[in-house]
């Protein structure tokens, strides 16, 4: 039945309109190299990557990322669908014209020409058309949704006029091609027209209308000539316009991608070497980095996402890095710090990893903002109480500037084990400074050891030989004091034999586990939560059950974004906790992270102040927290709220429910 099934490719053309076509088709495909061209100039202007390509990883990143669209998710579902929708149907119409352009070269250089098909007949041909007809609803379906789109308000997708044109000329190429296949079977009187079913609509339509063979070949030469004159001014335009993410798109997703937290080190060699620290000129970024700003399409999911945006701070991860991206295209730009990217907007920064986390391209925003802070820093930029947090880290090893001796104030009366106690420890508790010299949080610390105690655990604490991780000093861009800090405690742990680590602070987790291995300081790190999960799943311990319907539990960003850790802390909570609209790795920040712990803001002027609302909203009596850093800033929001409700580690809660144990 599907025997001599076919069609004439170029068909109704003669062979000076295949000549013209060929022509423009070489323009347009020359006009697309040099735009990438311009572009790679540009990013070939930052220094070379440090990390090479993974090139298994990178195939697998272009299989799951880019093919599979797993990126695209959050909370714009149907944004996402269209935009597989629009990139699967023009993928597939894509390959679909290569085939054809291949049968046709094929039968030229054998000589057939349209008289005998190589391979685009028959049973082939059957599926090859069933299946353009269906990806080009895909296309045509997606392109109209984003023009839909835009006729409505949307406060973080960002307008530009060009856009229309693109959006149109999708919308336009897969209409246009719905008609001329219509034509086509109307000219060509074509057998089974029905297999290519939107097509045999638009026949019906045309024959309607009063269209046949008498009249049919003017008006099917002059629709082909507009739709490939479209089709060509669409793939010249691709390079100049925001669908230049198609290309910087793919390379960005295909590289092998940081882990959320991570950053790269700076080595005294490259300051003797250059006189710069962190990013003060565009040329001090990555050539990915500058990759990544044309990979940007300006949607704004970072945007939405932002704490630092939500409470009015002057930060846009988007506006940001669009600005980073003008720079970059400037012929005579200014200053990229002040004029470009201001100093507040950088230390609005709570290094959360929101946009990084749910850039559907590989952006990350936050990267950006940590490597202009290193230079604001090695400027003397910073001044005030973070500053002063700065110069106490360096000078006693703790941002509060305190005694190193002491660190054990908050285990009185505990007897707790140092290292010198118990050199056969399995077990190191990274206490922390918030611990330390905090007195609310010296609780959490005591919680810990006593639930470490009950499960008879070989641990020690450091006491006065630990010293801050670093973390905060690392991510306000104080780099050389990040390193003498780690330096030194990897230099205590090497002396005293460390393997293993728990902390309950998940800033000093992610810096132990991503920073220090940069140093050579390579531990097996867990987080309080894991570990004692661990201990009541062997019946050492009781999971914190009795307080069903009264908790909520807020995650922390460098616990469950960075570190993927949203389960552990859960399982020792009642199941049926009150959980936050946004929670596990879409939690809003309590506003600590990137060193803004020791920013003064005024209570109402913090960023998270949002959070403390959804807490509220949740009708809990207790919010359940498992950071020092979010327990400060959770308990000074509700206490500013008057609204009777407790904030307590999830060690404390623990530890509370032990003494009801017999």
Not at 57 to 86: D, E, F, K, W, Y
Not at 342 to 348: D, P, Q, R, S, V
């Amino acid at each position: 039945m599907t025997e001599g099934l076919s069609r004439e490719i170029f068909g109704n053309l003669d062979g000076g309109s295949r000549a013209v076509f060929y022509l423009l088709a070489f323009v347009s495909c020359a006009v697309f190299l040099w735009g990438i061209w311009r572009r790679v100039r540009l990013w070939r202007r930052g220094r070379p990557d440090n990390e090479s390509i993974n090139w298994r990883r990178a195939c697998h990143n272009i299989r799951t990322r880019v093919l599979a669209q797993r990126s695209l998710r959050g909370s714009r579902p149907r944004a996402s669908c269209a935009h597989r929708m629009l990139f699967w149907g023009f993928l597939a119409l894509l390959i679909g014209t290569i085939l054809v352009g291949i049968e046709h070269y094929g039968a030229a250089m054998a000589g057939k020409e349209a008289v005998s098909p190589l391979f685009h007949k028959g049973l082939y041909f059957v599926i090859y058309e069933i299946t353009m007809e269906i990806f080009g609803l895909l296309l045509v379906g997606g392109a109209a949704w984003f023009v839909g789109r835009r006729f409505r308000a949307d406060s973080s997708m960002e307008h530009r006029a060009a856009d229309w044109l693109v959006i149109f000329s999708l919308v336009v190429l897969g209409v246009t091609g719905y008609l001329i296949e219509g034509l086509r079977i109307i000219r060509e009187n074509t057998p089974l027209p029905g297999i290519s079913f939107v097509g045999y609509g638009c026949s019906k339509v045309f024959a309607f209308g009063g269209v046949d063979q008498s009249n049919v070949s003017s008006i099917h030469f002059g629709l082909w000539w507009f739709h490939s004159i479209v089709a060509f001014g669409f793939i010249a335009a691709l390079p100049f316009c925001r669908l230049a993410h198609a290309v910087a798109g793919v390379l960005s997703l295909a590289a092998s991608p940081r882990p959320l937290g991570h950053m790269e080190p700076v080595t005294m060699a490259e300051v003797e070497e250059t006189g710069e620290v962190g990013v003060g000129r565009l040329e001090q970024f990555e050539r990915r980095d500058l990759l990544r700003l044309d990979a940007c399409v300006s949607c704004g999911r970072c945007e939405d996402l932002c704490p630092a945006h939500e409470a009015g701070k002057p930060l846009s991860p988007r506006d940001l890095v669009q600005d980073l991206r003008g720079y970059m295209e400037a012929v005579s730009p200014g200053a990229l710090h002040g004029e470009t990217i201001g100093a507040e907007t950088l230390w609005a920064c709570t290094t959360c990893n929101s946009c990084a986390d749910i850039c559907p391209l590989g952006v990350r925003p936050v990267d950006y903002i940590t490597d202009l802070r290193r230079h604001l820093i090695s400027e003397g930029e910073l001044r005030g109480a973070p500053a002063m947090s700065l110069q106490k880290m360096q000078r006693a090893g703790n941002p509060w500037g305190l005694p190193a001796q002491d660190r054990l104030a908050w285990a009185d009366g505990l007897k707790v084990p140092t290292v010198q106690d118990n050199p056969g420890f399995d077990v190191l508790y990274w206490v922390g400074c918030s611990a330390a010299y905090d007195r609310r949080v010296m609780k959490v610390a005591r919680a810990v050891a006593q639930l470490l105690q009950r499960a008879q655990v070989s641990f020690a604490v450091l006491g006065p030989e630990e010293r801050c991780s670093g973390e905060s000093a690392r991510r306000m861009g104080d780099e050389f004091l990040f390193q003498e800090l780690a330096t030194a405690n990897i230099h205590t742990f090497g002396k005293y034999g460390v393997k293993k680590i728990i902390t309950h602070c998940p800033h000093c987790l992610n810096s132990l586990r991503q920073d220090y291995p940069q140093f050579d300081g390579h531990y097996e790190v867990m987080h309080h939560t894991q570990f004692l999960g661990e201990l009541v799943a062997a019946g050492k311990l009781k999971a914190a059950a009795g307080m069903n319907g009264t908790v909520t539990y807020h995650d922390p960003c460098y616990l469950a974004r960075v570190n993927d850790i949203a389960e552990a802390p859960r399982q020792l909570l009642p199941a049926s906790m009150n959980e936050m609209p946004r929670h596990g790795c879409h939690a809003g920040c309590c506003g600590a992270g990137g060193g803004r712990m020791w920013f003064d803001d005024p209570v109402q002027e913090r960023i998270g102040t949002n959070r403390i609302t959804e807490a509220l909203d949740t009708g809990a009596k207790t919010v359940a927290v498992s950071c020092p850093f979010c327990l400060t800033m959770m308990s000074d929001g509700l206490a500013a709220k008057d609204a009777g409700v407790q904030v307590c580690d999830i060690a404390e809660l623990m530890a509370e429910e032990q003494s009801n144990q017999p």
